[in-house]
């Protein structure tokens, strides 16, 4: 464990952008060789759109950076946060503990008010467009989004109390395990069915991505699936069943055009048969 630690405390950019760029080769791969869906796209044209935005989102990370080192620093040097006011434990159970809560004020909290928060919506809506999800969509999330998600990300730091060293390993973590659960790939039900007990599976997460309500507004776990479960936001849905998109922007001029994607949060709200 303590190899780990001393691995994320002083972890190269070049090994994070090589986790990036490695894991959407090796998705890719896979999903050409097992496909859940064999999609009638230009792979690459939608690659590029989502690219697009997962580098918009690696811009305001890094221009942002320096807030987020500042608010682990200040937790760890003032005591401060849920893991500085728990009884001491083992270093495995506290950096689980950590992961975990991370994961819930960080990812499942704010995606939770993307979803009910009208005007936040408007800037999520963006990642729902996609009709096509594959391991490229992952990171398919508007410049605006991506501000507000590296927000929560920090109030996360500053209310869990975790080194710089957790919040490295848990966004890697979490950019391997959305690729993993956007990939166009197919799992043996039952082991996708296991593996959903403790992870956000496959199937798991492509039911968050049906055009249609109440689905849509269900599973927003981003690693583990427990908070999805505890509070009572998981649903299932037989994949043969799923339809991608979300029901108001089901036109390719809407969901595959990045100049409309882009102005999507600052246009007239629409209904879904407009």
């Keep these: 464990m303590n190899e780990i630690i001393n691995y994320f405390s002083t972890i190269p950019s070049s090994h994070r952008a090589f986790i990036l760029a490695g894991g959407i ?15 009638n796209y230009n792979k690459w044209q939608h690659a590029g759109i989502n690219i697009f935005f997962t580098v ?40 689980i503990v950590g992961l975990l809560l991370l994961d819930l ?16 919506w408007r800037f999520h809506l963006i990642h729902h467009t996609d009709t096509w999800i594959d391991t490229t969509s992952a990171n398919r999330h508007h410049p605006g989004e991506s501000v507000l998600r590296f927000i929560f990300t920090t109030f996360g730091v500053l209310i869990v109390g975790c080194p710089m060293w957790m919040v490295f390993l848990y ?3 979490s950019v391997v395990a959305t690729q993993f659960n956007h990939a166009n790939i197919t799992l043996p039900k039952k082991l996708d069915m296991i593996l959903s007990c403790f992870i956000v599976s496959p199937d798991m997460h492509k039911v968050h991505h ?10 927003y776990g981003n690693i583990f699936s427990i908070w999805d479960r505890l509070f009572g936001t998981f649903k299932t849905l037989d994949r043969e069943k ?19 994607l882009l102005t999507i949060p600052f246009q007239k709200r629409r209904s879904p048969n407009s």
């Excluded at 080769?25 to 896979?30: G, S």
Aim: glycine letters at 2%.
């Design 242 to 260: 799923l339809i991608y998109g979300v029901d108001t922007h089901m036109k390719p001029e809407e969901n595959n055009k990045l100049s409309n």
């Design 25 to 39: 080769a090796f998705f890719w791969l896979v999903e050409t060789a097992v496909p859940l869906f064999k999609f």
């Design 56 to 95: 918009t989102t690696i811009i305001v990370n890094f221009c942002l950076a320096l807030i987020l080192l500042k608010a682990a620093d200040w937790t760890t040097e003032s005591h401060f946060g849920i893991l500085n006011w728990l009884p001491q434990f083992n270093i495995c159970t506290y950096t």
């Design 171 to 173: 966004q890697t973590l």
């Design 210 to 219: 049906h055009y249609v309500l109440p689905y849509t507004d269900s599973n």
């Design 105 to 120: 004020i960080g990812a499942y909290l704010i995606h939770l008010i993307e979803h009910k928060v009208k005007f936040l």
